[in-house]
């Protein structure tokens, strides 16, 4: 199994250009999620899906979307971006996202600059 | 609401001393703790977890952690640093929102290991 993966690893962007940050796992789990993490603040949740169809907003969500329209997929996009949202980006997934004992698996991780 | 906090941004020790990571929490009945682990250009990677049963819950690499109720603690040890624990550790609280697990990561506290 690959596991969580996300592409790409690094991208720079200038302010007021769009773009999407892929995520794709392979655990057939029901629940993913994307954080983004600053120096200090730990992660923070932007997003969350608990099943295909089925999205809902996290801690700080303004200024992404997302849809989920597999249970593999769930990208990320930034409509409009800022330099604000200068930061790393994780997708993470989980098996149910009903269990409150369940681990959650991250990917790599992307590095997003906006210039 | 779930809080965590973590004492110490930043804790560096020698190879071969007793590391110590601090968390405390805040949570409704019962708490669900975990303890994840980010090396360096990498995503987060379970440690270990408490969930019920016994306080004292052993993790990889060594690692372990007790649940101290009346402490309101999670605090994270290893008997003997190694340079290859050098990376960023992060405790978190897991509970439920709306009928989905909602987790909240701590800050994280980076670990140094000096040779």
């Known amino acids: 199994n690959a596991g969580v993966t996300q592409t790409p690893k690094f991208q720079v962007l200038k302010t007021g250009q769009s773009m999407t940050l892929q995520c794709a796992q392979d655990m057939n789990h029901e629940y993913m999620s994307w954080y983004r993490q600053d120096p200090g603040m730990g992660l923070r949740l932007i997003h969350y899906?608990?099943?295909?169809?089925?999205?809902d907003q996290g801690e700080v969500p303004n200024g992404y979307n997302v849809s989920r329209s597999t249970t593999e997929d769930f990208p990320l996009r930034l409509l409009s971006a800022a330099p604000s949202q200068t930061s790393v980006y994780f997708c993470?997934?989980?098996?149910?996202?009903?269990?409150?004992?369940?681990?959650?698996?991250f990917g790599p991780g992307t590095r997003l600059t906006v210039l | 609401a779930q809080s965590v906090t973590q004492l110490g941004s930043h804790v560096s020790v020698s190879e071969g001393a007793l590391v110590l990571l601090r968390c405390n929490y805040s949570s409704s009945v019962p708490p669900y703790l975990f303890w994840y682990v980010q090396y360096p250009n990498q995503g987060l990677q379970l440690l270990l977890k408490y969930t019920t049963g016994a306080t004292l819950v052993k993790g990889i690499n060594g690692f372990e952690a007790e649940f101290k109720k009346s402490e309101t603690s999670f605090h994270l040890t290893k008997p003997s640093a190694h340079m290859s624990d050098a990376a960023e550790y992060f405790c978190a609280v897991s509970g439920h929102s709306g009928g989905y697990q909602k987790v909240t990561f701590g800050t994280g506290t980076k670990l140094q290991v000096i040779p």
């Open positions: 899906s608990v099943g295909a169809g089925i999205t």
């Open positions: 993470a997934s989980s098996y149910s996202g009903t269990g409150s004992t369940d681990t959650q698996y």
